[in-house]
């Protein structure tokens, strides 16, 4: 852990971090998450002066991820039939934007938070929300609160497991299980389907 303190005790960890949550909406391979909670941990350790702020960590990480959203939902929106079609041909892209549109009718947008946890998630619902061209005023309040909850938590998983395993990288091990934990669950979730209603069963 201390072999990353010249990066975790820069200005430049912001940087590294804003990149590469923002381009995670075009790679879900980049590992954002880790490097979040590896940031967090490092600062709770120590190991940088008092750089990153956990409050500026927690907001760099935030509005990178609300701006790789709005990139995503505008190229989608402006990705015409050939994106439609695309969408289209996968069913697990055409699921999401129905029940993404359903719920942003129905004044709520609980999906757009839970898809920035679920591997994937925060790709699937911005496209979707762009292809299908959903307002913008109903989806970005949406992606703001997600971005916010995700780097939130990732934050705080660093930050409290090297308060309590000490920064070491088994704390950092347990915090990004954690993480990962949380995405599997928000999967599940996203998966499951609503149960049909009594008019629609008959």
Do not use: K
Not at 25 to 31: I, R, T
């Amino acid at each position: 852990m201390e072999s990353l303190g010249s990066l975790v005790g820069s200005p430049w960890i912001y940087a590294v971090v804003a990149l590469s949550v923002l381009l995670d909406v075009f790679l879900p391979v980049l590992p954002s998450g880790v490097l979040v909670i590896t940031a967090a941990t490092a600062a709770a350790a120590g190991t940088a002066t008092d750089v990153p702020d956990i409050l500026a960590l927690t907001l760099c990480a935030a509005t990178a991820s609300v701006l790789g959203d709005l990139v995503a939902y505008r190229l989608a929106w402006r990705g015409g039939a050939r994106l439609d079609r695309a969408i289209a041909r996968s069913r697990r892209l055409t699921g999401a934007q129905e029940r993404l549109g359903a719920a942003l009718a129905r004044g709520g947008g609980a999906l757009v938070v839970l898809a920035r946890f679920a591997p994937a998630g925060r790709s699937v619902v911005s496209l979707g929300a762009g292809a299908a061209r959903h307002r913008a005023r109903d989806f970005l309040p949406w992606s703001a609160l997600a971005g916010l909850s995700w780097a939130g938590y990732s934050v705080a998983l660093g930050y409290f497991g090297a308060h309590w395993l000490g920064a070491t990288w088994l704390a950092t091990a347990v915090s990004v299980g954690a993480l990962f934990a949380a995405g599997a669950g928000a999967g599940f979730l996203m998966r499951r389907r609503p149960h049909p209603r009594p008019s629609e069963a008959s």
